[in-house]
Nanobody, 125 residues
Framework: QVQLVESGGGLVQAGGSLRLSCAAS????????MAWFRQGPGKEREFVAAIRWSSGSTSYADSVKGRFTISRDNAKNTVYLQMDSLKPEDTAVYYCAFARWASGSYYRKNSYDYWGQGTQVTVSS
């Protein structure tokens, strides 16, 4: 069982930055992957970024590429999402997700076994 606790959301003006954190309890094996998804008002939950725990290799949605950076701290069992040049369309609840086995379908919600409770990010224009 893995529990995920997100933090770092808030209100920011367009062009600003925020950093989200997701702390995972329990042991994280080298086969794991973690990701961030988001769900805007009236929208489906969508993939944002993913990272493989052992290699640190990353993947991003086209909409955030070049603006967001996912990283992890193995010692703290924590994954981060640095969000720069934020836009109003980035407004959403951001969810952390954990997969026991990393897969090529990292962008699919059903590839992940555990989810955090979500943290609100609001970008004002």
């Amino acid at each position: 069982q893995v529990q995920l606790v997100e933090s770092g959301g808030g209100l920011v003006q367009a062009g600003g930055s925020l950093r989200l954190s997701c702390a995972a309890s329990g042991r994280i094996s080298s086969t794991a992957a973690m990701a961030w998804f988001r769900q805007g008002p009236g929208k489906e939950r969508e993939f944002v970024a993913a990272i493989r725990w052992s290699s640190g290799s990353t993947s991003y949605a086209d909409s955030v590429k070049g603006r967001f950076t996912i990283s992890r701290d193995n010692a703290k069992n924590t994954v981060y999402l640095q969000m720069d040049s934020l836009k109003p369309e980035d407004t959403a609840v951001y969810y952390c997700a954990f997969a026991r086995w990393a897969s090529g379908s990292y962008y699919r919600k059903n590839s992940y076994d555990y989810w955090g409770q979500g943290t609100q990010v609001t970008v004002s224009s």
